[in-house]
């Protein structure tokens, strides 16, 4: 295929399922349950921080986690009492637990209190061309805390060489507009020119096949090679990408 013809592949596989129509099965599906931003990002960062797995687990365990917080997830961060905390221990999903969600619970209580909120926190050192660096920041904020080692493998760091596919995919529902009701579009600090691609097992393999990866390792070297021929299709929207190439992994088997 050429360039043009790559293009125009990919652009009509965004059409086919960049639609809400895909939400039933999809974790994207938490966050659209509120209207409130503070809560719309918050399930969102909580939800992607659990997304590994089996689908419908992630789905069950993310409404889980939403009953624990009330339903009402940003006033529960900044209202909630030391004994509140209690009735998260039991929670847990693969290798992430109640100890990880309590800490996960102080440190957004301190990211709003004292950083200005998640927006204003991820958008601290971003260039042009990349948040990967906005998402090292992150993390180091993140955990500034007093903190059990085990719960940091839980936020992933760019500059340790992740691709960091559950921030990438967070931030794409943040930043990319609401013209086709799935991604959010909320947050205006963070352009979507400046997105990478969440990089997973499904998307990997499609940005190969279709000569986009070459790198074998789904890690931040090939993030950063997709993340390059991504935005020569498109400078200002790469990851709009995401959907065709999930959509041809999960859907199609292509």
């Given at each position: 295929m050429t360039q043009e013809e790559l293009k125009e592949f990919l652009d009509a596989k965004v059409e086919q399922y960049n639609r809400p129509d895909f939400l039933s099965t999809d974790p994207l599906r938490i966050p659209h349950r509120f209207t409130k931003k503070e809560d719309i990002e918050i399930s969102g960062f909580l939800t992607a921080t659990i997304a590994w797995g089996n689908r419908k687990s992630i789905i069950n365990n993310s409404e889980r986690m939403m009953e624990l917080l009330e339903n009402s997830p940003f006033d529960f961060i900044m209202n909630h009492q030391e004994k509140d905390l209690e009735k998260l221990q039991g929670f847990v999903h693969r290798t992430f637990n109640g100890e990880d969600l309590t800490y996960f619970i102080r440190s957004l209580n301190n990211i709003y209190k004292q950083h200005g909120g998640l927006e204003k926190t991820f958008a601290l050192q971003g260039d042009i061309t990349s948040l990967q660096m906005s998402i090292s920041k992150f993390k180091t904020i993140f955990f500034e805390l007093d903190?059990?080692?085990?719960?940091?493998?839980?936020?992933?760091?760019?500059?340790?060489?992740?691709?960091?596919?559950?921030?990438?995919?967070?931030?794409?529902?943040?930043?990319?507009?609401?013209?086709?009701?799935?991604?959010?579009?909320?947050?205006?600090?963070?352009s979507p020119s400046q997105l990478s691609c969440p990089l997973d097992v499904h998307s990997g393999n499609v940005a190969r096949k279709l000569g986009l990866i070459q790198r074998k390792q789904n890690d931040g070297k090939a993030l950063a090679e997709l993340d390059a021929n991504l935005r020569k299709l498109d400078p200002l929207d790469p990851v709009k990408y995401d959907f065709a190439l999930f959509g041809l992994g999960v859907f199609e088997k292509f």
């Open positions: 903190h059990q080692q085990r719960t940091t493998k839980h936020v992933s760091d760019p500059q340790k060489g992740s691709a960091a596919k559950r921030i990438n995919m967070f931030l794409r529902w943040m930043v990319r507009n609401n013209s086709s009701g799935v991604d959010f579009g909320i947050w205006d600090r963070i």
